[in-house]
């Protein structure tokens, strides 16, 4: 019996992260001109907020945006971006899109260097 209280205890939703969540989603988009490492940061903190409300297609389309539209310019972050979008494809059953987006890697230097 308690450990059937304590899975259910874990189990609760924490209403504090949910509204983070939508703070994030609620915060209006940069200024027109930003730059890509701006957008990407932008869209990235949507898509993760949105995946956090269980809004699916609305986080792929903001994971869309940082892979595809305003890439990183940190090789390593470009590589987070595409590993985020094709896993939320995926779980959307939009496997031609996975592969996609797993076909063209990122820069070679992505695989090399390592953060100091």
């Known amino acids: 019996m308690k ?17 983070r969540a939508k703070a994030v989603v609620a915060q209006p988009e940069p200024p027109a001109g930003s730059s890509a490492e701006v957008l990407n940061a932008y869209h990235y903190r949507r898509s993760v907020a949105f995946q956090k409300l269980g809004k699916l297609d609305e986080a792929v389309v903001s ?16 590589l987070r971006d595409i590993v985020n979008m094709g896993v939320i494809e ?6 031609p899109q996975v592969i996609k987006a797993t076909l063209r890697p990122p820069k070679p230097a992505c695989w090399m260097r390592m953060p100091k």
């Open 3 to 19: 450990d059937i209280l304590r899975v259910l205890e874990q189990s609760q939703i924490d209403l504090s992260e949910i509204d």
């Open 90 to 95: 995926n779980f959307l059953g939009n496997q």
């Open 63 to 78: 994971a869309r945006l940082t892979a595809v539209d305003f890439k990183h310019p940190n090789p390593q972050f470009e």
